[in-house]
């Protein structure tokens, strides 16, 4: 294996700065730390990231049509978490938030373009400084490049680009001539794509000589992100006919995004077989992603990595697929669809539990992690580690799930830059630099029943998720309901002002430094001591 990822990047670079700070936070209630096993016992980690999968297209979750037998498989014999949600819905930040366990405000990791740094907390340091290997195969979107060498052990970007870039390079609307709607033809052989790449060099990974040191494998996948393809022998594994229709568009009191999507990406001309195909092609994507799965679980057990590994399961975000009459997702958008993932996990030595129904969070993976290893962390976060459910205890029923959207009109820095045009994405990114106030900042928290997205400078959303699983009719401002989203806006308000604002953990001394010498005032230059100054 190779440092692909751009390697004239890192040459120079300093050795991180050391973490500092003692105490793990949690995010409503300070809970007890989990006590992690001795050096001499602790597993290996895998960490298997498909792109965009929403937690509701696998069939564990209750999918009655798609076929993921390995997901499923991995589900009976480890803890399928049932109700997990990301802490944001693009890329970055939440993976950001997954190995930091903080909300992205706490350090403004909102955007694309803002990644952890050297002074920054994230689990693979905390791996890696404890003895691991962290191998990192695939795209990044989580660490600045100066934080890699003391964070990673050895990197790999092959498989990091989308499945057919040069054809939506070329043919920008795919299938749907005149409308934006990433559905592509299908690709080739299934062993031919990027992700296959990635899963053949874990492979390679577990089959090679083994050393004294434990690893931690993050395969960070492609698939089932848009551009909608897949291989040929996925392409068409679902008739359209034969699932259930997206949700449809029109509902009242929406976001003023969802119109804007439709309109500037050529999405209102679209029927609603094709929206049913783009869903189909989405499941298509899913079951390639699950024979992947297969792949690398095949190879744990072939190599005897099974009885000594834990293999998690997870996603960073999910993708609308159709549903509103919307494709892949949006910075300010707070969806299920977006932020319900799937979260998996198979411990060594640790019986099967039953599915886990309470709602977790997903970078409640980093501490997990961390008590695996035996790691104490160094910094305050808001992450639980789930291994007293592993271990069949139950969850938190009071917990909620609470995420970040957005950026602010005035701070320009944080939008994706539209840069060339004609590529598929272009629609997306002109409407989010000309439209800034289709973007606007918004948090979400969600509880068992309710979902509330709070949108100050925008529609907010408050929905009853029992009878309305879609989230379609907003409730926001009735009567009816007033009381209960009075709670949730409380509740997010205390949830803001208990987890923004963390201190470092150092202090720094007041007064006057010894090592500083008073010198005499001096007196303030003016202009006549600078000639020519003012001559422009």
């Known amino acids: 294996m190779t440092h692909d990822l751009d390697r004239r990047t890192f040459l120079g670079m300093a050795t991180a700065a050391g973490l500092a700070g003692e105490a793990a936070a949690e995010q409503e209630a300070p809970q007890p730390a989990q006590p992690g096993p001795s050096v001499g016992s602790r597993p290996n980690i895998i960490l298997f990231m498909p792109d965009e999968l929403r937690a509701d297209a696998l069939a564990c979750?209750?999918?009655?049509?798609?076929?993921?037998?390995?997901f499923d498989h991995l589900a009976k014999s480890g803890t399928r978490f049932a109700n997990c949600h990301v802490q944001f819905s693009v890329c970055g930040a939440s993976r950001c938030s997954l190995l930091t366990g903080w909300p992205a405000s706490v350090r403004g990791h909102r955007s694309l373009y803002y990644f952890l740094r050297p002074e920054e907390?994230?689990?693979?340091?905390?791996?890696?400084?404890?003895?691991?290997?962290?191998?990192?195969?695939?795209?990044?979107?989580?660490?600045?490049?100066?934080?890699?060498?003391?964070?990673?052990?050895?990197?790999?970007?092959?498989?990091?680009a989308q499945p057919t870039p040069t054809a939506a390079a070329q043919n920008p609307h795919g299938l749907t001539p005149g409308a934006f709607s990433f559905l592509y033809p299908p690709g080739g052989d299934r062993r031919e794509t990027a992700d296959y790449a990635l899963v053949k060099a874990a492979i390679d990974l577990l089959e090679r000589q083994q050393t004294n040191r434990p690893y931690c494998i993050f395969i960070a996948m492609g698939q089932p992100h848009p551009p909608y393809t897949a291989p040929k022998d996925f392409y068409d594994l679902y008739n359209p006919a034969g699932i259930p229709a997206p949700t449809p568009p029109g509902a009242a009191k929406k976001p003023n995004f969802h119109a804007g999507i439709r309109e500037t990406y050529g999405l209102t001309g679209l029927s609603s077989d094709t929206f049913r195909k783009i869903r189909a092609v989405y499941y298509?994507?899913?079951?390639?992603?699950?024979?992947?799965?297969?792949e690398l679980m095949s190879a744990m057990d072939r190599t005897g990595r099974a009885s000594d590994t834990a293999l998690f399961v997870l996603s960073d975000h999910g993708d609308w697929a159709g549903d509103y009459g919307l494709v892949e997702k949006w910075p300010s958008a707070l969806e299920d669809s977006l932020t319900h993932v799937p979260l998996i996990a198979r411990i060594p030595g640790v019986a099967g539990a039953d599915a886990s129904s309470e709602i977790v969070e997903l970078y409640d993976v980093m501490q997990t992690c961390l008590d695996l290893a035996g790691i104490r962390a160094q910094h305050t976060h808001f992450a639980r580690s789930l291994l007293p459910q592993i271990h069949g205890q139950p969850g938190d029923p009071g917990r909620a799930a609470f995420a970040e959207g957005g950026y602010n009109v005035y701070e320009p820095q944080c939008f994706e830059p539209i840069g060339v045009a004609g590529g598929p994405y272009e629609p997306k990114l002109r409407l989010q630099n000309t439209r800034p106030e289709m973007v606007t900042r918004a948090a979400m928290v969600r509880t068992r029943d309710y979902k509330l997205i709070h949108r100050p400078n925008g529609q907010s959303e408050f929905y009853d998720c029992r009878i309305d699983p879609a989230q379609n009719v907003n409730l926001y401002g009735e009567k009816k309901t007033a009381a209960i989203q009075a709670e949730h806006e409380h509740r997010l308000l205390n949830w803001y002002i208990n987890t923004t604002g963390i201190a470092p953990a150092d202090k720094d001394p007041r007064g006057v430094p010894t090592y500083y010498a008073p010198q005499p005032t001096a007196p303030i230059p003016t202009v006549d001591a600078f000639p020519g100054l003012l001559d422009h």
Do not use: H, I
Request: net charge positive; no cysteine.
């Open 61 to 70: 979750y209750g999918n009655p049509v798609t076929r993921t037998p390995n």
């Open 121 to 160: 907390p994230n689990l693979f340091r905390y791996l890696r400084r404890a003895g691991y290997d962290v191998y990192w195969l695939g795209k990044n979107d989580a660490l600045a490049a100066q934080t890699f060498p003391d964070s990673v052990t050895q990197w790999s970007a092959t498989g990091a």
């Open 284 to 294: 298509g994507q899913v079951s390639y992603s699950d024979w992947l799965l297969g």
